[in-house]
């Protein structure tokens, strides 16, 4: 009797770095990165109301580069508490989508107070960036030196 492989789809023929490992075939464990990542940006758009979808609209079609994408991922890391988040911890399990959708739907002040908060953290950004003396282009995208 032969036993099988682990990952039963894997084809013997395609190469190991080309393979789906079985965490990823199995698909149960969700994507997290260390801080707030700009693909969860769409994600919170229908949390809250107008002002905050015309926000999430017009960020997610931003590069991640540019300095509203920049200001928006500083206040989700602030609001979603990101640098107190562990690989190992039930945040993490979650995912940072979730995690993300769980701070918007947890806020308890109005959108104009979200837009406040992204209009503060595109403030500090700017001094920031002027302290390092990196540059905003025309198209608002941010290049360091």
């Known amino acids: 009797?032969?036993?099988?492989?682990?990952?039963?789809n894997i084809n013997?023929?395609?190469?190991?770095?080309m393979q789906r490992t079985d965490y990823e075939a199995l698909d149960m464990y969700p994507r997290s990165e260390i801080l707030f990542p700009h693909r969860c940006v769409g994600t919170l758009k229908r949390l809250r109301g107008p002002q905050w979808q015309e926000l999430v609209t017009r960020t997610a079609s931003l590069p991640e580069?540019?300095?509203d994408s920049l200001a928006f991922a500083l206040m989700m890391i602030r609001m979603s508490k990101c640098m107190n988040c562990d690989l190992g911890s039930y945040k993490a399990s979650l995912g940072c989508c979730a995690c993300a959708r769980r701070a918007i739907n947890a806020h308890k002040g109005s959108d104009g107070v979200l837009i406040r908060r992204f209009e503060r953290a595109r403030e500090e950004l700017r001094e920031y960036l002027k302290s390092i003396d990196a540059q905003i282009k025309e198209d608002g995208t941010v290049v360091t030196k």
């Open 1 to 8: 009797m032969t036993r099988r492989s682990r990952c039963a």
């Open 12 to 17: 013997p023929h395609t190469p190991r770095r």
């Open 65 to 67: 580069t540019h300095i």
